[in-house]
């Protein structure tokens, strides 16, 4: 399944916005999904997770502000970021195929999106 990834941009803080992830190819109905972020000079993080049945898992930095969800068919994943921080600047990227084992992350045949620039200023 290809992935791509659309909405980031500058927003001051206590703004939103709504990233959006586009799937092609195969069905990406049947894949748990998510995003993670990269913030300049850092690892990549896990954000969220849907399930195909619409269970959501966050990282506990989001919880109350961000919410991820699905239309699968539209073959959607979306993020709903509310009450934005300076900390919340990253890269967004999203994925598809994430497993859980000591944390999350994408498995051997899963797909990444190309990255969506969320920039949040104070």
């Known amino acids: 399944v290809q992935l791509q990834a659309s909405g980031g941009g500058l927003v001051q803080a206590g703004g939103s916005l709504r990233l959006s992830c586009a799937a092609s190819?195969?069905?990406?109905?049947?894949?748990?999904m998510g995003w993670f972020r990269q913030a300049p000079g850092k690892e990549r993080e896990f954000v969220a997770a849907i399930s195909r049945s619409g269970g959501t898992y966050y990282t506990d930095s989001v919880k109350g502000r961000f919410t991820i969800s699905r239309d699968n068919a539209k073959n959607t994943m979306y993020l709903q970021m509310n009450s934005l921080k300076p900390e919340d600047t990253a890269v967004y990227y999203c994925?598809?195929?994430?497993?859980?084992?000591?944390?999350?992350?994408?498995?051997?045949?899963?797909?990444w999106g190309q990255g969506t620039l969320v920039t949040v200023s104070s």
């Open positions: 994925a598809a195929d994430l497993k859980y084992g000591t944390g999350w992350y994408v498995g051997p045949l899963g797909s």
């Open positions: 190819g195969r069905t990406s109905g049947g894949y748990v």
